[in-house]
């Protein structure tokens, strides 16, 4: 497996006018729920609704045991627990009224960290989160000019050719769509990027 990364850069970290370099990891889109019920289904002999089934149980358990103030393991992945912050800690009186969900804690099993250390690798992405900051007749020259010779576009085309950060690359596809001058189709987790004819 390789992931991509990007280096950052933090100046004045921590208040004291150095800079200090982070890496972001550019995550792919996540599996939807077909295509990893089908991809269980050819490993296995449970059906894909059967899998769905489970998918559902699981949730209902997971919900329920940390509801219950229980952690809920999950077999060969690992712990989930629950997060709990205070609205106002200097408070001298606190109450589980002042206590809010913050979060799902997730603490995976040693097996699948050494297992992931063994099979991930990483390497420089091509495109950045930070944007290239475009005139819209620029970008758009841009875009009209790749789709001269390339039947469709994408959020993961729009970035890695014209250096846009995901969030300007959906910004950018949204207004050529209300525009009229892409036309969009595919799915809502694929979608694609036609020219308007």
Known sequence: MEVKFEIG??????GKGNQRK???LQQEEPMTDDELASAIEHECTLSRADIKAVFEALR????????????FHLPKL????????????????????????????????DGLLSDLRQDVSFTQAKYAAKSVIYLPDELWAKVSGYL?????L?????????GL??????????????QGRLTKEGTAHRPLYFLTQ
Not at 9 to 14: D, G, K, M, S
Not at 165 to 178: D, G, I, N, P, Q
Request: proline share 2%; glycine share 6%; hydrophobic share 35%.
């Open 165 to 178: 950060s995901e969030r300007k690359a959906r910004e950018w596809l949204a207004t050529f769509v209300r």
């Open 60 to 71: 209902y358990h997971v919900a329920g045991s940390l509801s219950s103030g229980r952690r």
């Open 78 to 109: 690992g712990y989930f627990s629950l997060a709990a912050a205070m609205n106002n800690p200097e408070q001298k009186k606190i109450t589980g009224r002042d206590i809010f969900l913050r979060g799902i804690h997730f603490q995976p099993e």
């Open 22 to 24: 982070f890496i972001r």
């Open 154 to 162: 994408t959020c993961r085309i729009m970035r890695s050719e014209f």
């Open 9 to 14: 850069t933090l100046n004045n970290a921590q």
């Open 148 to 152: 001269s010779t390339h039947r469709y």
